[in-house]
């Protein structure tokens, strides 16, 4: 898999993804989820936004925020025609090895309560949960994992 960091160009293909990608949550969470609320030229800025292109585009989406102590999986995600096929465990793997490039040995991120799924997903990668955080309109996960 190859990835190359985002630029202002590729804005318009980053969100189309995110929407696709996480529309089938919006009926688990019963709000809309947290990425489809985001202001992405402005993440484009703050965050790594690394791509991951295949023979029909724009395939997967990984978003790292750099902090003082960690590395925040802001948000990975994978378009629906190659969800299930190892994309998002490879966009998993290139955030860990970012992490270490960093210098940095712990990734944390977070995920709606109801994702369960998704939970178990990081789990099975070695994430542990961290705590429950209540928000106005939603209960979310927060998920840690401590690299080698």
């Known amino acids: 898999m190859n990835l190359r960091r985002a630029d202002v160009d590729d ?13 089938k949550n919006r009926t688990l969470l019963g ?14 800025v703050s965050h790594e936004i690394w791509l991951a292109e295949g023979m029909n585009g724009l395939e997967g989406v990984l978003i790292l925020q750099s902090r003082a102590d960690d590395v925040l999986i802001w948000s990975i995600a994978t ?20 992490t270490l490039e960093l210098g940095l040995g712990m ?6 309560e109801p994702l369960a799924g998704n939970i178990a997903w990081y789990e099975r990668h ?7 955080e209540d928000l106005a309109d939603r209960r979310i996960v927060h998920i840690v994992k401590r690299l080698a």
Do not use: K, M
């Open 31 to 44: 709000v809309e989820p947290l990425p489809l609320l985001a202001d992405y030229a402005a993440i484009l």
């Open 126 to 132: 070695g994430y542990a949960r961290e705590r429950v």
């Open 79 to 98: 378009a629906p025609q190659v969800q299930n096929h190892g994309l998002g465990n490879r966009l998993l793997e290139a955030a860990e090895e970012r």
């Open 11 to 23: 804005l318009p293909a980053i969100i189309a993804l995110q929407r696709a990608a996480y529309a």
């Open 107 to 112: 990734l944390r991120l977070y995920t709606g």
